[in-house]
């Protein structure tokens, strides 16, 4: 998760989408860039409490895809 660079490209790209989406615990990457919060985001079961934890802003939804 410690990708600069990375994370300063989805941050530069994502104001130009109008869907972005991961696969799997991608998430983390995309929830670094400060551009999830309040939206509503999931990943992999046995990371949900991780997502949770690791970015409270954002709007942790489980059990779903």
Aim: glycine content about 4%.
């Amino acid at each position: 998760m410690e990708k600069p660079a990375v994370i300063d490209w989805l941050a530069r790209k994502i104001p130009q989408t109008t869907i972005t989406a991961s696969v799997c615990t991608g998430v983390f990457l995309l929830a670094k860039t400060g551009q999830l919060d309040n939206k509503s985001v999931t990943t992999h079961w046995e990371d949900i409490a991780d997502l949770q934890t690791m970015f409270p802003s954002l709007d942790v939804k489980s059990g779903v895809r």
